[in-house]
């Protein structure tokens, strides 16, 4: 078999993380022949013309010299380079760029391989997502390239491969429901405990520290407003046979106090946050006197078509109640598993483990290409 060329966009913090693996991974498997002929950040980018293997153990400091060019331009440019390779290709797309997941259908179509965290490809109007299952392999083109997405949702977590086997193998999917986001996750473990209390501190404060602790993005809004969390979900609902048309189709319970919304900065809006302490105390303290604690999920039920994102309260001997720290937990309730749901559960954020994610996938196209 010829060596399996891999082109690398994003080298930030997940792509530096799925450099280092994609070496491991290399040397402990000679046999996949890899030949990693590209890896670009937005300014500047190592391209082999040649197509002879860059050095991953120092593509970092050959990024910062005389050995870096301006990045392919997209998609013509990246495509005909990497249609001329002498073997096939794998594109990893570790960006979050809603401009290149529009052109996966090309690439695909053109026999390139896509492995990727990027939500939007996935998540976006539902034409694109039509789109790229038809210009894919695994989407029954067969002239098209290989598609896969397990990071888009739970990162290193095997929610989209358990919710396709699930569904392949005849199961019915009734509900899928749990915590989709680490922010949140670690903000309302911090603002609603289990044993209730969280040392007097205000909602405003739980995410100043989520915040500091790195949990949040720079600009906490960009968490609260609960986009993240309904990209997943529209991921998931079109998985299990929903056409949701986008991800702001279904009702989004935004945590971003309606004055807060036009604030200049992430420091104007935390600084005005804590005048909204009252609200969200009401709702904490009326879930504990029912016994119960509040948390943010997303949930979607195939036979009512009804999918939401919001706060809702639960049983603190529930599994969603007692979950720890900033991990993620999806509960699939099917025909099969009945009032049991199956559950994944674990770290759902983070550089290393959304890397391992997609490093998974790009075994997956590695396994089909034998």
Not at 8 to 13: D, E, K, N, S
Not at 118 to 137: E, M, R, T, V
Not at 341 to 364: F, S
């Amino acid at each position: 078999m010829p060596n399996v060329h891999v082109a690398i966009i994003g080298a930030g913090g997940v792509g530096k993380a799925f450099i280092s693996q994609l070496a491991g991974y290399a040397t402990r498997n000679p046999s996949a022949s890899l030949a990693t002929i590209l890896i670009s950040r937005s300014s500047k980018a190592l391209v082999s013309r040649d197509y002879s293997p860059l050095n991953l153990n120092s593509w970092s400091q050959d990024l910062a010299s005389a050995a870096a060019t301006a990045p392919l331009a997209y998609p013509t440019e990246a495509l005909e380079f990497l249609k001329a390779a002498p073997g096939p290709v794998i594109l990893v797309d570790n960006t979050s760029d809603e401009s290149l997941a529009k052109s996966y259908p090309l690439f695909l179509s053109n026999g390139i391989h896509i492995v990727t965290p990027n939500k939007k490809g996935f998540s976006s109007d539902i034409g694109l997502w039509k789109d790229i299952y038809a210009a894919a392999a695994n989407g029954g083109n067969p002239k098209g390239g290989y598609v896969f997405h397990e990071a888009t949702v739970g990162a290193g977590l095997p929610v989209l491969s358990t919710l396709k086997e699930l569904v392949e193998t005849g199961d019915k999917i009734e509900k899928i429901e749990g915590i989709f986001s680490g922010t949140m996750s670690f903000l309302f473990n911090s603002f609603a405990p289990l044993d209730g209390n969280n040392g007097g501190k205000g909602f405003a404060a739980c995410v100043k520290e989520a915040q500091q602790l790195g949990y949040t993005e720079p600009d906490p809004r960009d968490d609260l407003n609960g986009l993240d969390v309904a990209r997943k979900l529209t991921i998931l609902a079109r998985l299990s046979g929903l056409e949701v048309a986008s991800p702001t189709s279904f009702p989004i319970q935004s945590l971003i106090p309606g004055p807060l919304e036009s604030a200049k900065s992430a420091d104007e809006f935390l600084e005005g946050l804590g005048a909204f302490d009252g609200d969200m105390t009401k709702i904490k303290e009326e879930a504990e006197a029912k016994g119960a604690v509040v948390r943010y999920v997303g949930s979607l039920n195939v036979e009512t078509k009804e999918v939401k994102v919001g706060l809702q309260t639960f049983d603190k001997g529930s599994s969603i109640a007692g979950l720890k720290g900033s991990d993620n937990i999806i509960s699939f309730y099917t025909e099969r598993y009945g009032g049991n749901p199956l559950i994944v559960q674990g770290a759902g954020a983070g550089a290393d483990v959304t890397a391992m994610g997609v490093l998974g996938d790009l075994i997956k196209v590695l396994q089909r290409l034998k």
